[in-house]
């Protein structure tokens, strides 16, 4: 682990400037964890990565939101449900804000917290959002449109 993420880990303060420009090579990072089942490693530094994003770029930015995506994905897939579905209805809500409800992003937002719904056993509150994921994906590609709506709680950066 780089040194820059040990040093976030440990819960020594960044550099401003450093925190900006890890930004990018943390969040691959935490996915890589994720990805190698290293979820209590990519639990703390996605923690860290929020933080500093939320801190550096602002709650509506992008890469905090992908950020903040990341934390639920790792989330999840330590069973950590609702705080998943907490932080995905974050996401959700942001991303509705200033992308609007037909956004890419935003049918990635609203899948990823149909799924947790799913997993808790929210069946109903599940099917409510993945068919408004299917109607919107319908109107933005047509109804004709054969590819999946949307990356799910295994996708990375959404």
């Known amino acids: 682990m780089a040194p820059h ?14 925190s900006t420009e890890l930004l ?4 691959k990072a935490v996915e890589g964890l994720r990805t190698a089942g290293s979820y209590a490693a990519a ?8 933080a500093v994003s939320a801190d550096v770029l602002g709650e509506r930015h992008a890469d905090t939101l992908r950020s903040r995506n990341n934390l639920a994905e790792v989330l999840y897939a330590q069973g950590e449900w609702r705080e998943s579905e907490a932080e995905h209805r974050t996401t959700l809500r942001i ?14 937002s609203r899948n990823n917290l ?8 929210k069946w109903q509150e ?9 109607l ?7 109804a004709d449109a054969r590819t999946p709506c949307a990356a799910g709680p295994t996708s990375p950066g959404f």
């Not at 639990?43 to 929020?50: C, E, G, I, N």
């Not at 599940?126 to 299917?134: C, D, I, M």
């Open 136 to 142: 919107a994906r319908r109107e933005v590609l047509g």
């Open 114 to 121: 149909a799924e947790v719904l799913y997993a808790q056993g």
């Open 43 to 50: 639990h703390d530094l996605a923690r860290v990565v929020l």
């Open 24 to 27: 990018p090579e943390a969040m």
């Open 5 to 18: 993420f040990a040093a976030a880990l440990a819960g020594r303060t960044l550099p401003r400037p450093a």
């Open 95 to 108: 991303r509705q804000e200033a992308l609007g409800p037909l956004n890419p992003d935003t049918l990635r």
């Open 126 to 134: 599940s099917e409510v959002e993945h068919r408004t994921t299917l």
